[in-house]
């Protein structure tokens, strides 16, 4: 305990909730404590990463542990791998399930961007990632094709559930992405849709964000089951 509160002062990670899981010290705490899976550490070395930034590692061990979280941390601090990490640890491996994980970015391009991000890291293990094109919002029968994560826009993924009858209940992770933006772009009847179909009882939702203004705190706290708030910094800095 006394641990967690002097690496948390180190990185100024603020925390509130119940029982909050301890901060991982690197990546190698990941297989020591939660079993990681040898592609993903690989991955990350290859892509040059040595240690976990703040909010990776209080983030991930939060959502590893199943709990629901809301994430404020400073543009540029590592927050896809913080969400991406700990879904994919969960997810283990590939599976024809039907949509397993949905990440919901306010822009295109950061869809893309995520897109491309969560394929680095998923390497080497066979996993369906999707990015939710125009294309694919229009004609793809998901029902019919593995995905165990699909990337979109709110707009595009409300138009698929409803013209193409997208099943999002079987859904056991879901990401909001640069959530104040989400919101701010007038989005929130559509995260609202998204949210009543990914219908699953015991689905993990978490939200990031590079600020965390009052009200999206709120309209979190709405949606989440006793989750946990970080706050990397300040929390509108
Ligand atoms: P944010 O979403 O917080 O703005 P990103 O997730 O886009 O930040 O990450 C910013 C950059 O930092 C990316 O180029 C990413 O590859 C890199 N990065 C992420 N985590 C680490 C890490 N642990 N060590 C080094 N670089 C990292
Ligand atoms: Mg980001």
Redesign the pocket.
Known sequence: IERDALLRKKYNIHVSGNNVPSPVQNFADLSSRYQCDSYLLHNLAE???????P??RQAIPILLSGRECFAC?????????AFVCPMLMKLKHSSTDGIRAVILCPTRELAAQTTR?CKKLAKGNKFYIKLMTKELARKADFSKRPCDVLISTPLRLCFAIRKRKLDLSRVEYLVLDESDKLFELGLVKQIDSVVKACSNPSIIRSLFS?TLPDFVEELARTIMHDAVRVIIGRKNS
């Open positions: 892509l040059g990463f040595k240690e976990p930034t909010i990776q941390a400073p543009t540029g601090s590592g927050k896809t791998f991000e590079a």
